[in-house]
Structure formats: structure tokens, C-alpha cells
């Protein structure tokens, strides 16, 4: 069977998600990308900024401008990666790498300084500027911090844990 096979299920399926879900109304759309950010806002006690307009995705008082980075497993290859553009370096402060199962369940998410994240940068920048920085290098860099936990909680509705 094709997807053409479940259009008129999935269409149903859409609209009435669509008309039922309040972050509609909110946010205009619904994807990962989103949801990361979201999902970091709640996290850091921030707010959600707009993304790629400013430059950073979240501004959190403890932090300041977070760019949050949103993938899918099994998207990027055999070696899962956090991809990173000169903006993103330029404007944030921080810089949260979140990763999702292809059943759009959360598996991991771990922030890091910009200190941290700009010798990983450097040493990955191809010649247009955009580096590709393993998930293994990223998790390993000193500092960086697991918000794993804190996001199961949020995700689970235990906001109050803390």
C-alpha cells in the first residue's frame, strides 16, 4: 500500500488535529523543529523568539539567546550529527542539539556554551561556512550539559519536578 491508499484517512486525521490543537492557534504550525523550541523554552525558562529571523530560536534570562537545533535519528546518516551555520555562531549564547525518534518521540537533548561549541565549529567549518559536528563530539565537549531529564518531565506533565 501507498500513501495515495490513506489520503482521505490522513486528511480527516489532519483537519481534525488541526482544528482541535490549541499550539495551532499559537504558533500557526506544527513540526519538530517547533516542538524543540518549545519544548527548550519550557526547559530554560525561556521564551520562544521566532528562529531563523534573529538568529537565535529562545531567549532564557540565565542563558540568554539559545539556538535550538531539532533532527530526527537516522536523517543524517550512519553518523548523527548537530549542523551549525556562521549566524548561528554570530548570535547565540548557547546551543541545545535535540534529537527525536522517526515516531516522533524525544530521545535526547544536551546544550553547550558558545565557548564550547566554537573550537567543535572550527575545526568541522567547511568552505561555506557550515559545520557538521558529531552528536558524539557534541555530547562529550566539556560543560555540556544533559537536559534529557527536565524534558521527560515537562513531556510527562511533571513541570513541577524539578
Not at 116 to 139: E, F, M, N, R, T
Request: proline share 3%; net charge positive; glycine share 8%.
Amino acid at each position: 500500500m501507498s500513501k495515495n491508499d490513506y489520503a482521505s484517512e490522513d486528511a480527516r486525521e489532519m483537519a481534525k488535529i488541526l482544528r482541535t490543537a490549541k499550539c495551532i492557534r499559537r504558533y500557526d504550525k506544527i513540526s519538530h523543529d517547533l516542538l524543540g523550541e518549545i519544548l527548550v523554552a519550557a526547559a530554560l525558562e525561556g521564551v520562544v523568539e521566532g528562529g531563523n529571523r534573529r538568529g537565535s530560536d529562545i531567549h532564557a534570562p540565565a542563558f540568554g539567546l539559545v539556538e535550538v537545533k531539532s533532527r530526527i535519528l537516522g536523517t543524517d546518516g550512519p553518523f548523527p550529527r548537530v549542523s551549525l551555520r556562521p549566524s548561528n555562531i554570530e548570535k547565540a549564547d548557547y546551543f541545545v542539539a535535540i534529537r527525536w525518534n522517526r515516531d516522533f518521540s524525544f530521545y535526547d537533548a544536551v546544550m553547550n556554551s558558545k565557548e564550547a561549541v566554537l573550537p567543535l565549529y572550527s575545526v568541522k567549518k567547511q568552505g561555506s561556512g557550515v559545520a557538521h559536528i558529531s552528536w558524539k563530539d557534541w555530547c562529550s565537549t566539556s560543560g555540556a550539559v544533559s537536559l534529557k531529564e527536565r524534558m521527560i518531565q515537562i513531556l510527562h506533565g511533571n513541570e513541577e519536578v524539578r
